[in-house]
Nanobody, 119 residues
Framework: QVQLVESGGGLVQAGGSLRLSCAAS????????MGWYRQAPGKQRELVAV???????AYGDAVKGRFTISRDNAKNTVYLQMNSLKPEDTAVYYC?????????????WGQGTQVTVSS
């Protein structure tokens, strides 16, 4: 089972930037796609961004135009560059890896990293 370790969270002022990293214990091509999700207190976990093994990207509506997901296959690492941060971006951010098999789907999660945006 893959181990996903997030880093890069912290406290930042509104308008600032952070870059999150997710280091995987296996090569990224073992997974159909990698992504970032977030969960704020009292809210459901939501999609932030996803990148496929082929490099296609998709973003949640709340972050489009501000966040960028990327991957470094040589380092088995996925990144989330977050710009123009807003207080509503405050949440625990989780790295996700998905493997799809015929008739099944396997999700793997990191432990999460806290991002706090002050106003």
């Amino acid at each position: 089972q893959v181990q996903l370790v997030e880093s890069g969270g912290g406290l930042v002022q509104a308008g600032g930037s952070l870059r999150l990293s997710c280091a995987a214990s296996e090569i990224l091509f073992n997974y159909n796609h990698m992504g970032w999700y977030r969960q704020a207190p009292g809210k459901q976990r939501e999609l932030v961004a996803v990148i496929t093994s082929g490099g296609s990207r998709a973003y949640g509506d709340a972050v489009k135009g501000r966040f960028t997901i990327s991957r470094d296959n040589a380092k088995n690492t996925v990144y989330l560059q977050m710009n123009s941060l807003k207080p509503e971006d405050t949440a625990v951010y989780y790295c996700n890896a998905v493997r799809v098999a015929p008739g099944d789907r396997y999700d793997y999660w990191g432990q999460g990293t806290q991002v706090t945006v002050s106003s």
